[in-house]
C-alpha cells in the first residue's frame, strides 16, 4: 500500500512541484506585504502629527487638494485613521471602461485576499476605487497630497498575480488551483509514508540529524520538516483554493446553509431637493454611532437610491476582516441601519477567516511568523524532494549495472 502512496506522492509532487514552490514562496512574501510596503514607503502612510492646538482638516478640503491635482478625478470614497500619525486615503474611480473592450482594472477583492462570493462585497478591497482605481494619500494637517498608487502598477500586485495565476490569466488561475488540489493529496500522502512503523523509528522521524551526511539531512529536511509544517500547510493549501474554484466557495455557502447575498443594504429615500450629505458629515455621524474605532472607510453612493455606506474597524475586532457595516442616508445623514460582523450569517462569517487564515493573520505576529517559515519550508520540499527522487534513481541504477555484471559473469 505504501508503494501506491509513494507513487502517487512522487508523481504529483513532479507535476506540480514548481508551481507549489513559487505559491509558496510568493505567499510568505505576501504575509508581511502590509508592513513591508509601510517600511519602504513611511511618507505614503505616517506623518509627524502636530501640536494638540492643529486640527485635521476638514475631508471636503482634502478631497480638493485632489481635484486640483487632477480635475478629472472622481472620488469613489475615503479611509480616515483614528491613529493621528496616519495619512488619509483616498480612492479615486478607476479609468473609464474603453469602447468595445473590458475596463482596465486591477482585482480588488482578489487582489487584497478576501475570496468575493455572489451579491457580497468584500472587506478590505484594495487598490482605490471601486474599479480597481488609483489610492492618493494626503496629509491630514496640511493637505499635501503626499503620494498616488494604483495597486495595479506595484511590485506586490505582480508577486500577486504570480502567487494567484503564474501570471498567466484564467488559465495560469486554473494551473494554480489543480497544483493546489494536487498539493493537499501531496501532504496527505506523504503523512501516510512518515507514519513511523515502529515506536522506536518516531524520534528518528522527529529529529533533523544536522551532523549526518548530505543525503541524511536532505531526508531529515525533507520529512521531519514537512511533519512539523505539513498541517499548516494544508490549511493554507485548503483556505487557497477559495480564490481558484467558484465551485468551492459556493461551497461554504451550500454546508453552512447560507445565502451568499446576506441581508439587502437598505435605501435612501429620494430627496426633491436632491442635496446630498457631505462626506464630513457622514463621517461625524459614524463616528457618533460608532466611536473608538481603529478605521472608518467611507464608501459614497454609486446612484440616486443607495445610501453611503461606512466600513468601520472595530478596536474589538477579533481579525482582519471582521468589520462592521453603517448605512447613512444619502439625502438626510439620518442613520439607516447598521450590520455588525456577528450578525452575518454563518457563511459569510466563514469565509471571511479565510484571508486572514490564509495569510497568517488571524492570530497577529505570532501567527503571521509562523506563516512565514512555513511558507518558506514549502519552498524547500520541492527541492529536497527532486533530489531524493534522484538520488534513489541513482541508486537503483547501480544496482541494476551490479545485477547485470553478475548475471555476464
Known amino acids: 500500500m505504501k508503494t501506491l502512496f509513494r507513487n502517487i506522492h512522487l508523481y504529483l509532487s513532479l507535476a506540480s512541484g514548481l508551481v507549489i514552490a513559487i505559491v509558496c514562496f510568493t505567499g510568505g512574501v505576501l504575509v508581511f506585504e502590509k508592513e513591508l510596503d509601510q517600511a519602504w514607503h513611511p511618507a505614503r502612510f505616517f506623518v509627524a502629527p502636530p501640536g494638540t492646538t492643529q486640527q485635521r482638516l476638514p475631508l471636503a478640503q482634502l478631497v480638493a487638494a485632489v481635484q486640483a491635482t487632477d480635475a478629472q478625478a472622481k472620488v469613489t470614497g475615503v479611509k480616515i485613521y483614528t491613529d493621528p500619525a496616519r495619512t488619509v486615503e483616498i480612492s479615486l474611480a478607476g479609468a473609464p471602461k474603453p469602447e468595445g473592450g473590458r475596463p482596465d482594472k486591477a482585482p480588488s477583492a482578489q487582489a487584497e485576499g478576501t475570496p468575493k462570493g455572489k451579491g457580497e462585497k468584500a472587506a478590505g478591497s484594495k487598490g482605490g476605487g471601486e474599479g480597481g482605481g488609483p489610492k492618493v494619500y494626503v496629509n491630514p ?7 498616488k498608487v494604483t495597486y495595479r502598477d506595484t511590485f506586490f500586485f505582480t508577486i500577486m498575480a504570480l502567487h494567484r495565476g503564474m501570471v498567466g490569466g484564467a488559465a495560469g488561475k486554473l494551473v494554480v488551483g489543480v497544483s493546489t488540489l494536487f498539493f493537499l493529496c501531496i501532504i496527505g500522502t506523504g503523512l501516510v509514508l512518515w507514519w513511523p512503523a515502529s515506536r522506536k523509528a518516531v524520534r528518528q522521524r522527529l529529529t533533523v540529524k544536522w551532523d549526518a551526511s548530505w543525503k541524511r539531512l536532505t531526508h531529515d529536511l525533507h520529512i521531519v520538516l514537512g511533519f512539523y509544517s505539513g498541517l499548516f500547510l494544508f490549511v493554507f493549501a485548503f483556505t487557497g483554493l477559495a480564490w481558484s474554484f467558484e465551485w468551492f466557495n459556493d461551497g461554504i455557502y451550500t454546508i ?9 443594504a437598505p435605501k435612501s429615500a429620494l430627496s426633491p431637493a436632491g442635496t446630498t450629505v457631505s462626506l464630513d458629515q457622514a463621517y461625524a455621524v459614524a ?9 472608518y472607510s467611507v464608501s459614497l453612493p454609486k446612484d440616486s437610491t443607495e445610501a453611503v455606506r461606512v466600513v468601520v474597524a472595530a478596536a474589538t475586532a477579533a481579525y482582519e476582516g471582521a468589520t462592521d457595516e453603517l448605512y447613512i442616508d444619502q439625502y438626510t445623514g439620518q442613520p439607516l441601519g447598521k450590520l455588525n460582523f456577528e450578525d452575518r450569517n454563518l457563511g459569510q462569517r466563514v469565509r471571511r477567516t479565510f484571508k486572514p487564515v490564509h495569510t497568517g493573520a488571524i492570530f497577529g505576529l505570532p501567527s503571521k511568523v509562523l506563516a512565514l517559515v512555513v511558507c518558506l519550508l514549502g519552498t524547500t520540499f520541492p527541492v529536497t524532494g527532486v533530489i531524493m527522487w534522484l538520488s534513489r534513481l541513482r541508486k537503483a541504477q547501480k544496482k541494476q549495472t551490479k545485477q547485470r555484471v553478475a548475471v555476464n559473469s
Open 287 to 295: 463616528q457618533q454611532q460608532v466611536p473608538g474605532a481603529l478605521s
Open 256 to 264: 453552512t446553509r447560507s445565502d451568499p447575498k446576506g441581508p439587502e
Open 141 to 147: 494637517y496640511t493637505g499635501a497630497v503626499l503620494d
